[in-house]
């Protein structure tokens, strides 16, 4: 095969699809529960990639081979942290409030943790290399045509892992059910009995942590972070929490993949106008199928 | 005699009134920084921070208009703001390369602006065209990605410069144009909400199905909505060319929209006069910030960071959106932004 539509693009798209899959779970989760949009959720991304940065750099400098799992663990951790308490310091107060004020205070959230991040000395606001020969040594293999990196590869299966994980939490475990169940009617699901800050608590951890991995996937497989890495990524994988009915997670899978083959397909054709052909498909999408492709229609009460 | 009299009668009437009170305003503001400008008491540096202000307050009531009184969820404020101001720098610098000074290139300048207002207000129109199928957070994500597909277009655009964008445009937008434009783009804004069709848009905002079943044609009035605010945006993306005097697509990128929604809802959604609050402070305090950081750095041992700055800006948002949830003005407005039409109607229904 040869031009723009070959194997290579469709190994592209899948493993930025997967990146922006684990980022959309969050966003999709959240809003299912509590109907905010978490803007700063793409910065608990940027949070997950640092954290696999310091990791790495650490244990090099104690001359010891890092472990990806435990680097993996490492950044998860530390983006479901810092969700973990932007919930508790700037959304909680804001519950019951008008939802257009945790919204900007959920810019506001963001905003913060990426001009905090610059400001520190020891994250700094230019570009650092992400060390990522240090975690894994690079190998190339060559199938049909393309080149495959075992980046790429690691970069898919710890996605693909971490999401049938998170399909068998909610579905088949009593705290996934009470998260089912909260976000189908929060004060029914209270008034038996579930403790809906909690979920929410338990909602933002899983979020973040899904975040902090997408973060170390960017950081081996495209090596150059900075503070202000969340943003694109974060706005994208809203679009494909959108795009796949927000709400739902296996919509936002799917809303991940499609964003991943119309932006790497949209490149390969022009690579100015590419960024736009996303956004063209989003708007299309919408207008045609307004709650998305595997949202759940709901009628207007009046 | 009487005749002349009545026209001083009317003049003096006038001034009274509430809009006199805003000319009368407007002009001392004037007489106080033009001249403290021109006679080096205030520099150059500051006097710019005031028209960018200025500028901002155009756009802060404009967005105002479509999320806070329609109550249309819109976050692609800038790339209306881009139209504009790439639209009116074309034709001055591009097209027409008028010359910087003169009562013709003034003219021509009054001109593009217009003509930038009216071609974001075309693309407004079109935005508000899917506000007929979507509401609330999808409608959000169509006006965020309609403002990128903006910058994107334009950014492919080899005449306007791609991304290197137009340098050398003119400085029209001096301190008396900026005032101007902004007082009568407020003055027109808030006539357009104290008119029937302000009422319309309001009453989209409170209950959309209940003032359809009333007979207001929520289609068109969204639409309108979204065409105003695109129309004043687009001004104020050209007066904001023409002072910055060089545009590139990054200028008007999400960010900027952000800045600008963050505005609307510090000031107060649905309150004119919490926008010009918000717009004029905000710029100011992150300007102060700047000043204050420079005296910090060198009071403290340790080199304090100029993103400091942002960060203090950001937590001040999060503390106002906690302790003041509804913005600074609420839905308040100052008396002289109220039509004295208004009070009637507040006796009545008192």
Known sequence: ?302 | MSGKNSIMQNIVRFLKSRNGKILIGTFIFWLILYPLNKFNVMNNYWMHVVNVSLIFVILTVSLNLINGFTGQFSIGHMGFAAVGAYTAATLTTLVWKVPSHGIVAYTAFIGALLLGGIAAAFIGFLIGLPTLRLRGDYLAIVTLAFGEIIRVIINSIDFVGGPRGIPGIPRFSTFTVVVVVTVLSVIIMKNVIYSSIGRALLSIREDEVASELVGVDTTRYKVLGFTVGAFFAGIGGGLLAHLVQYINPLQFGFMATIYVLIMVYIGGVGSISGSIVAAIGLTFLSEGLRFGLDKLNSVTPFPVGPEWRMVIYSVLLVATMLYKTNGLMGDREFEVLIPEEEDENAKHSA
Do not use: C
């Open chain 1, 1 to 302: 095969m040869s031009g723009i539509f070959n194997l290579q693009q469709v190994i592209n798209s899948i493993q930025l699809g997967s990146i922006y899959a684990l980022i959309s779970i969050g966003y999709t989760l959240v809003y299912g529960i509590i109907k905010l949009i978490n803007f700063a959720h793409g910065d608990f991304y940027m949070i997950g990639a640092y954290a696999a940065y310091f990791a790495v750099i650490f244990s090099a400098a104690r001359k010891e081979h890092p472990n990806v799992i435990i680097v993996l663990l490492i950044s998860m951790t530390a983006g479901a942290i810092v969700a973990f308490l932007s919930n508790r310091i700037a959304y909680r107060p804001l519950r019951y409030k008008p939802r257009l004020s945790a919204l900007i205070t959920a810019i506001g959230v963001s905003m913060f943790l990426e001009y905090t991040s610059s400001a520190i000395p020891a994250v700094g606001p230019s570009y650092r290399a992400f060390p990522q020969s240090q975690l894994i040594p690079e190998r190339t293999y060559h199938m049909w045509g393309a080149v495959l990196t075992n980046y790429q590869i690691v970069n898919i299966v710890i996605a693909v892992t971490l999401m049938i994980i998170l399909t068998y939490i909610v579905q088949h475990t009593r705290i996934g059910m009470a998260m089912r169940a909260s976000a189908q009617d929060k004060d029914a699901a209270s008034l038996m009995g579930i403790d809906i800050e909690k979920i929410i608590d338990f909602t933002f951890i899983i979020g973040g942590a899904l975040a902090g991995a997408a973060g170390l996937l960017t950081g081996i497989t495209y090596p150059r972070i900075n503070p202000y890495m969340g943003i694109i990524p974060g706005l994208k994988a809203f679009i494909a929490a959108v795009l796949g009915g927000i709400g739902s997670v296996p919509g936002a899978m799917l809303g991940s993949y499609i964003m991943g083959f119309a932006e790497v397909f949209g490149m390969a054709i022009n690579s100015i106008l590419g960024e736009g052909i996303a956004y063209a498909i989003l708007i299309l999408v919408l207008i045609f199928l307004p709650q998305g492709i595997l949202g759940k229609k709901t009628g207007e009460k009046v």
